[in-house]
């Protein structure tokens, strides 16, 4: 380096030393570096020297640390301008869009969405807002006929692969007949389901095929109905018949008379007494208690 030029470069550090001096120093920079940059070339090159020294500069893990810092730091105060906030979303929507259509991409970014929204909802607040989120958008989705027809399918198709389980086939149908249970008790839609009922019901029969078999089914049940009635009324014979080939075998303990066991009761003293029978009463003979 020329005599000279050490001579400026000194006299430059000197002036730095100078605050006022130091800041007039630095817009000039600016302005002219912002004149540069007006030339697309000069741009474009400064741009890969930039990158390219940043490159460099963040393989030290303490610089990238701080680096880091500061991106998030900047970030944050310019997305308090909703007009940047609302741009910056549009690019990070776009952005992602055209990164997804990459499906390894895509399968990573799944494991990592699936993963961290795992780990949030281990907060129960969390999860209980999120539950609200959902349900709330659910039902707003659920507005367009297209989405809820196709969603019914899916819900369908997934119950049906779920119940071929017999453990969880088990359970749920516990479940639907207790929900059923609670649900009837409420009059309107017990009516309401009733006339839902009747009119399956009415159109079912329409069907030849269905109306033979629901008469095959009544057959039966009432020939079980009988046979069961014919049952429990032999029965009711044959205890009846036995009872009077026995004959009365129980004797009174007050009149000495022989009873059948189903026409009388025991007493104790002091079930007598509870009841307000005198001591004289319980005492005396003759008396029959039935």
Known sequence: MSQRNVE???????RRTDDELRLLDNRRRANSHKIERRNNEFKTEENKRRAEALKTSRQ???????DNKRRAEAHKIERQDDEFKTEDNKRRAEALKIARQDDEFKTEENKRRAEAHKIERQDDEFKTEDNKRRAEALKIERQDDEFKTEENKRRAEALKIER???EFKTEDNKRRAEAHKI?????????????????????????????EEERRRNAL??????????SSFDGMKSN?????????????SCCGGLWFEYSIR???????TNKGLK??????KGHHVE
């Open 60 to 66: 030290d893990d303490e610089f990238k640390t701080e």
């Open 183 to 211: 649900e009837r008790q409420d009059d309107e839609f017990k009516t309401e389901e009733n006339k839902r009922r009747a009119e399956a019901l009415r159109i079912a029969r329409q069907d030849d095929e269905f109306k």
């Open 266 to 272: 025991e007493f104790t003293v002091e079930m007598l």
């Open 164 to 166: 071929q389980d017999d």
């Open 8 to 14: 400026i470069a000194r006299r430059m550090r000197e």
């Open 221 to 230: 049940r009432m020939h079980n109905s009988r046979d069961n009635y014919k």
């Open 279 to 284: 001591k004289e009463f319980i005492d005396t």
């Open 240 to 252: 009846y018949e036995s009872k009077i080939k026995e004959g009365p075998t129980h004797i009174c």
